[in-house]
């Protein structure tokens, strides 16, 4: 399977796993989307150092997981596109700092190795709870949140009308670059004679797309706002999850928590 | 380029979302002016495009490698600059949160990194200088066009995607999470974009060029209803561009290898410095001096699982490490109990369904 292709099974996965049914679906959109924004906030600002402290963030997205039945599977295979970059900057801090911070028997565990470690669980960290929120949260829904967060109608807009076209594209997309390889076998991408004319043909269809688009949504009597879906009620019990998720980060932000955990059976 | 969430650090995040936010609002303004609620539609299939396109595997002749279409001048050659720059943090919203590419927090640094600098650098200091000025008037109407938008699209993704590496450079540097030096890095990331660049600008130049000839309306500040004349064909004007590229990439490449190498230069300055003899762990003279020991030692007494163990010869030290460790330990059994629980609860609901 091409990489168009992937990309459209990827997309029609997530909204799979919206549309699926649990407490954490039901919640209101813009509790999630704050959360999230704090969790993310709270995992990178912790010390490049700090590793035993952080994993303690690890309890709320393996909390949301159970919570929302979703598969951890599919978000490990995103972490393919993360952890790359990530990698390739943290892979350098073993090399420039090699203070040993740390000994486990006789061997020594440097800064570097530390700091490496400390960012490739905030990237991982992150990814999850990003991927969890998209996971359980439809497209109209969150732009329903950012309509409350006050981001401009046009943008919020634009995104739900892309999203919605991007499946459009992808699946034309994918038909024709299939057909070109059905045609140039052994060919593995385009050549250098179609470089302009296979992007720029579907570019020029596109726009005579949007032309109809554009129509339609007048005759429908869109006036440059869109009415979405009605989202689940903000409860006192949503604003509680938020209100205690966030509280949780802020504590095991400033308190090591495993470390206190530790104190109470060794000491 | 995509960064990603762990790159930044949450102030470096703030002030690049603060920065791309008023980006935004000045474009939201300055489209709402016109109060044309066609483009939306336009913008949307576009960008729609593009993210499709991006996926598009270009090959390069001569190389087993493959190139990629570069959004942003794109979408300012056929948008213009602020609908383009809208469009494009549409297109990095949809890649962040359904690809994992690049992350939430990261999305402000990543709008800045390559939809600014793309769209509006790209537009105002490329793109419409060069179409309104009186390049290449020797060659025909028709001929100038086409020489304007390839000059405009290769000039345009290599500048704009030098200054985003920089950018990405810039913003992970002040964010203290790589160790490694500020010149360094940079000399590692800009020659990859120059060269990111040059492909992506032949590619960019190629999609325009076949919207100059077949629909030259849709493209921004080319004066339409030129005559066809002197036509060359496509597979000409690709091959000339590039071999431009080729001329210019060698150039450039030859220019940066008479610097000496920023790794190597920072490596050889090391081991003159005493360091690599240091390696052996000789922890009498290692430490003592080094800036870097002195910055480790003042975190370990703030960390539980990194403490002075190695260096202090109190008994508490150990302790506190193993505290660490059980800590740790236990963090793990709840996360594990939380999966037991969440699995029986699951289980039960499934059976209460049936």
Known sequence: MDKVSHALVEFREMDALAAQESPLHRMHPLIKLLVTLAYIVFVVSFDKYALSALIVMVLYPILLFQISGIPVRTCFYKLRVVLPLVCAVGLFNPFFDRAPLLFVGSVAVSGGVISMLTLMLKGIFALMASFLLIATTPMDQICAALRILRVPSLLVTLLLLTYRYISVMLREVSVMSE????????????????????????LLRSMDRADALYQSMQLRGFHGEFYYAESPRCTPGAVGYGVGCVAFFALARYVDLPQALGNLFVR | MHMADALLAPAVAATMYAASGVAAGASVHELRKDENTQKLPVMAVTA?????????????????????????????GLLGPQAGFLSMIVILAIQCLFFADGGLLALGANVWNMAFYGC????????????????FSGMG??????????????????????????????????????????????????????????????????????????????????????????????????????????????????????????????????????????????????????????????????????????????????????????????????????????????KKHKAAAK
Not at chain 2, 120 to 135: H, Q, S
Not at chain 2, 260 to 276: I, K, T
Not at chain 2, 308 to 316: E, I, K, N, V
Request: charged share 15%; net charge negative.
């Open chain 2, 141 to 346: 109407a028709r001929g100038a066009g086409r020489a304007k938008i390839i000059l405009a699209s290769l000039l345009g993704c290599v500048l704009t995607l030098q200054l985003g590496a920089f950018s990405v450079v810039a913003e992970t540097s002040l964010s203290g999470i790589t160790e490694l030096p500020f010149g360094t890095f940079l000399g590692i990331m800009l020659p990859i974009h120059l060269a990111i660049g040059l492909i992506e600008g032949v590619i960019t130049a190629a999609v325009l060029l076949f919207v100059y000839e077949t629909r030259p309306e849709l493209l921004r500040d080319i004066g339409a209803g030129a005559g066809a004349e002197s036509r060359t064909s496509l597979k000409t004007t690709v091959v000339v561009l590039a071999l431009v590229a080729a001329i210019v990439g060698g150039g450039f490449s030859l220019l940066a290898s008479s610097n000496p190498d920023g790794l190597e230069w920072s490596l050889f300055g090391n081991a003159e410095a005493g360091y690599s003899e240091n390696m052996g762990l000789d922890e009498d003279e290692f430490g003592v001096t080094s800036s870097a020991a002195d910055r480790a030692a003042a975190v370990q007494e703030k960390t539980a699982i990194l403490p002075d163990y190695a260096f202090s010869d109190s008994d508490s030290a150990a302790g506190t490490t193993v505290s660490g460790l059980v800590g740790s330990t236990l963090v793990a059994a709840i996360a594990v109990l939380i999966c037991f629980i969440g699995g029986f609860f699951r």
């Open chain 1, 179 to 202: 057909a070109y390889h059905l045609r140039a076998p052994k060919q593995r991408g385009i050549h250098v004679s179609a470089w302009g004319s296979f992007l720029g043909q579907l």
């Open chain 2, 120 to 135: 509006f650098v790209g537009y105002y200091l490329i793109w419409r200088p060069i179409m309104r000025g009186k390049l």
């Open chain 2, 48 to 76: 729609a495009l593009v993210f499709a396109g991006q996926m598009i595997n270009y090959t390069i002749p001569g190389t087993g490698s493959s190139g990629h279409l570069c959004g942003g001048m794109l979408l300012t």
